[in-house]
């Protein structure tokens, strides 16, 4: 089946340590997103990435990296630096054309001890 | 920079009802307008994918209309069922290359009650 899957589901951070939260899909799809979700908000695009080894900034990308190693892999590390990173955060890949509908997976929740 | 607000941000309706989602942006230069679901605790499904160059499109009992001239877009839900309570969020994208940056309203929570 295709899709993108996203782990862990739950995800614990102690203070100024740096998590990775990982995103994979086979899609075979070309661009892949990051967002972070709060509480009765939309989402936020975080970082997002067109091919391999290539990626930008989105409205909130302090505290936040990534990498685009492989197409099928798109990992978010939350770093010590992003102070308030208690969030659902969800990845989401799509392929260009008329239709570009992007696809989400099931999302990771961050909590802090 | 685009704004997207959807109003109500939560809704109750008995089993049955016929009812509309708004949602409106601040720019009208869209490429178009995606319709999402979201069940608690979950990612996002998509609904309904309008173009810029269309005023409606249609799944089921979902209806979709976008009027980019006044920066709106409905989604209508014939004979609402208590599997319909989700929040639906509309999104519109910012181009960028192959890669479309989408900015989303903080959706409608919508409670259909048996």
């Known amino acids: 089946d295709g899709g993108i899957t996203q782990s862990p589901k739950y995800l614990f951070r102690k203070e100024g340590q740096n998590v990775t939260l990982s995103c994979e899909q086979n899609?075979?799809?070309?661009?892949m997103y990051w967002y972070r979700q709060d509480p009765g908000q939309g989402l936020r695009l975080i970082y997002y990435?067109?091919?391999?080894?290539?990626?930008q900034k989105g409205d909130i990308a302090e505290g936040y990296s990534v990498s685009r190693e492989k197409k099928e892999s798109f990992p978010l590390t939350v770093t010590s630096a992003q102070k308030n990173p208690t969030a659902f955060y969800l990845c989401?890949?799509?392929?260009?054309?008329?239709?570009?509908?992007?696809?989400f997976g099931p999302g990771t929740r961050l909590l802090v001890l | 920079k685009q704004e997207v607000t959807q109003i109500p941000a939560a809704l109750s309706v008995p089993e049955g009802e016929n009812l509309v989602l708004n949602c409106s942006f601040t720019?009208?230069?869209?490429?178009?307008l995606q319709w999402f679901r979201q069940d608690p605790g979950k990612g996002l499904t998509s609904l309904l994918l309008?173009?810029?160059?269309?005023r409606e499109q249609t799944s089921g009992r979902l209806n979709a209309s976008l009027d980019k001239s006044s920066g709106r877009s409905t989604l209508y839900i014939a004979a609402s069922q208590p599997g319909d309570s989700a929040t639906y969020l509309c999104?519109?994208?910012?181009?960028?290359?192959?890669?479309?940056?989408?900015?989303f309203g903080s959706g409608t929570q919508l409670t259909v009650l048996p």
């Open positions: 999104a519109v994208p910012i181009s960028s290359g192959s890669a479309r940056q989408l900015t």
């Open positions: 720019d009208s230069a869209i490429y178009n």
């Open positions: 309008i173009q810029s160059s269309q």
């Open positions: 990435s067109q091919i391999v080894n290539d990626f």
């Open positions: 899609l075979n799809h070309d661009a």
């Open positions: 989401a890949s799509s392929i260009k054309g008329p239709q570009e509908t992007q696809y």
